[in-house]
């Protein structure tokens, strides 16, 4: 597979349905049939990785690449779901998670009491599932918001209702008391029950937009108004994140005490980085990512390919710092900027932070 194959793979299911036609059963009586369309930002941890989980903060950021999810009502109770992964036609009454479609069904499966009639659901992607750019939980947040417009009727906000809420919903809530607080609680509830484990800093990005300063405990969630450009090389393989996160568990439970000053070094990149992120200077925000980078591979979570990557990045014109980017053990390093050279036998995209969280399209 060509490398630009490799990074088309995901965008070929939105063109496969955005020119696809509704289903002639699609229209519910006394209810809209109009097509809902919702997008949700992919991401990229900046800083923070594995310390996240403990405590401490992170930088997560929204990135220029969407998951959207199209839903229209039907008249019966079928749900047929759509996406380049695949399809699947079965019911409210017999929904299970089950893969390719595990965070939409879980999502479904969360929402099921709301849910009066079936629906038809579209995943589209501008990017791989296969590289860690945060589809799981752009996914999950996207459909999250379309389900509350779709049956709140609610299609023409763009931008979420005000509310103080800041818990999970109950199952029994009203659609419409949803907040972009409400709406992040609920995909991390949704993501946790998944895989088991989770920071939620990637839910954040997709819901807020733009770089966000994130701490699981106590909460933290604040977006930082700035769009540096950014580029990802993938390595060519990945380990699961769950795996990961075991892997280094298991070091850290051996030495916690170590474990918690790389943590807290961690922290204090953020920390630093914080002011240059504001003032624009990404230079010195770029020796962070490098020091970072380091911190991460004295986790163990570093491997030859990432090495590589990042010491081939940093010396590369146009980019000012380079570090692994989420749990490590395979998938991307990220580098600060853009580049035009060449990393011969890796996939090279260059993205950049979208302001933009999630948003109702139409």
């Not at 020091?291 to 986790?299: E, G, I, K, R, S």
Request: charged share 20%.
């Amino acid at each position: 597979m060509s490398l630009e194959e490799f990074y088309r793979k995901g965008g070929e299911a939105t063109k496969h349905f955005s020119s696809s036609a509704p289903p002639a059963d699609a229209s519910v009586s006394g209810m809209s049939s109009e097509e809902i369309i919702v997008s949700a930002p992919g991401s990229l941890m900046l800083m923070g990785e594995h310390a996240v989980l403990h405590g401490r903060r992170a930088l997560c950021a929204a990135i220029n690449r969407r998951v959207r999810v199209r839903l229209r009502l039907r008249d019966d109770r079928q749900v047929c779901i759509r996406s380049a992964l695949g399809k699947l036609d079965t019911s409210l009454d017999q929904l299970t998670v089950q893969p390719p479609f595990t965070f939409a069904l879980a999502t479904l499966l969360h929402h099921r009491r709301r849910l009066t009639h079936g629906l038809d659901l579209a995943i589209e992607s501008e990017f791989s599932h296969q590289i860690g750019l945060g589809s799981s939980a752009a996914v999950t947040v996207a459909l999250l918001k379309g389900l509350d417009a779709l049956i709140s009727g609610d299609f023409g906000k763009a931008a979420l209702p005000k509310n103080p809420v800041g818990r999970a919903r109950s199952p029994d809530a009203p659609l419409k008391s949803v907040t972009a607080r409400a709406l992040f609680h609920d995909a991390r509830e949704i993501i946790r029950g998944v895989q088991g484990v989770g920071s939620g800093a990637d839910a954040a990005a997709s819901v807020y937009g733009g770089i966000v300063l994130y701490r699981a405990t106590p909460l933290v969630i604040r977006p930082l108004a700035v769009a540096p450009h950014l580029t990802t090389v993938y390595c060519g393989y990945k380990t699961p994140t769950a795996e990961v996160i075991q892997i280094v568990e298991q070091a850290r439970a051996k030495n916690p005490i170590l474990f918690n000053k790389l943590f807290d070094l961690m922290d204090a990149c953020v920390t630093h980085a914080l002011p240059h992120s504001r003032a624009r200077r990404w230079h010195e925000f770029g020796k962070l990512m490098n020091l970072h980078h380091y911190l991460q591979a004295a986790l163990g979570t570093n491997t030859p390919e990432l090495e590589d990557i990042c010491e081939r990045l940093r010396a590369a014109p146009g980019i000012s710092g380079a570090k692994i980017s989420g749990s490590g053990l395979g998938d991307c390093a990220i580098g600060l900027g853009h580049t035009r050279a060449k990393l011969a036998g890796y996939p090279v995209q260059q993205l950049r932070v979208d302001l933009a969280g999630v948003r109702l399209e139409r």
